[in-house]
């Protein structure tokens, strides 16, 4: 008797540990780490057009930014007129042609959870607007709605950019495009010649230091974009002057520890480290003699 009881009660323990098997996965939170449902991207789903946008609105709060594509080139073209970012456009890509999407309940969660109160808005062309949200449940994606339904879209480095106006801004201070043919510093003006860059006045640096400068300034890009702070004035300036004769004009704001550049034209002012003071402004540069 003794042993048909202990058979009887592992018989249904083991019963009960199926049932538990069995329920769990309804018991647990969903997961967004699983094979995507879409098969279509999110542009298809909102019927943009196979090519991609030629306009975008992206707004986050009070901040909101326009930017149009000519000649394939982005630009913002408000709240100022000035070349695009490719970090934040690289995301805003990614967000319309992803097709690795999950649809979600979304009535069944809050915006606490999904983050969808406080999104930020992307609208392509003229359609509807997109609204990408907070943090999926493992943090793989992200929550994203538009038309009435609410996706999980993996969006990589989202959280590794800003979305304040001025991060719009491409950080590298001149374009990749354009040909340097003058060079006004505080100290020291620098020429392109036909026998190469040549610094005023005279025999204070060589030309291979002349020329390095140049380079120097057509690598340069900020580590941040930021509006420009009034409080502090201008303590000297610098005019790049191009081929076409147009000018680019910076006021320097810092120079130590730290280099802080404003464009008065653009109303931002352009961090940057302060190793590079010796060579945008002091024609410095490892390697070459002083």
Do not use: C
């Not at 038309?147 to 480095?157: D, E, K, S």
């Not at 620098?190 to 300034?217: C, F, I, K, M, Y």
């Not at 502090?232 to 191009?242: D, N, Y």
């Amino acid at each position: 008797m003794t042993r048909r009881l202990v058979i009887n009660l592992a018989l249904a323990g083991l019963v009960g540990l199926l049932g538990v098997l069995v329920l769990l996965p309804s018991l647990w939170p969903a997961d967004d780490a699983g094979p995507a449902e879409a098969t279509t991207s999110l542009g298809q789903q909102l019927g943009l057009a196979a090519d991609g946008p030629t306009h975008l609105r992206v707004r986050r709060g009070a901040d909101q930014v326009r930017l149009s594509k000519h000649d394939g080139r982005w630009r913002v073209i408000s709240p100022v007129n000035a070349r695009a970012d490719a970090a934040h456009l690289e995301i805003i890509h990614a967000l319309r042609t992803s097709e690795a999407l999950r649809r979600v309940d979304g009535h069944d969660l809050s915006g606490e959870v999904t983050g969808l109160d406080t999104p930020l808005v992307v609208q392509y062309d003229d359609s509807p607007p997109v609204r990408i949200g907070g943090p999926g449940p493992n943090g793989a994606t992200r929550y994203v709605a538009a038309a009435g339904q609410t996706w999980l879209v993996p969006l990589a480095h989202y959280d590794n950019l800003a979305w304040h106006w001025t991060d719009w801004l491409d950080r590298a201070l001149l374009p990749d495009n354009r040909a340097l043919r003058r060079i006004v510093l505080p100290d020291y003006t620098l020429e392109n010649t036909t026998t190469g860059w040549q610094v005023q006045p005279d025999e204070t640096r060589g030309a291979a230091a002349a020329a390095a400068t140049a380079s120097a300034w057509r690598r340069a890009a900020a580590l941040a974009v930021v509006p420009a702070d009034r409080s502090r004035e201008r303590l000297a300036r610098v005019t790049l002057v191009f081929g076409d004769t147009s000018r680019q004009v910076f006021d320097i704001i810092e120079r130590g520890p730290n280099l802080v550049l404003r464009s008065e034209a653009l109303g931002v002012d352009y961090h940057l480290a302060g190793n590079r003071i010796g060579p945008l402004l002091n024609l410095v540069h490892p390697g070459l003699s002083k």
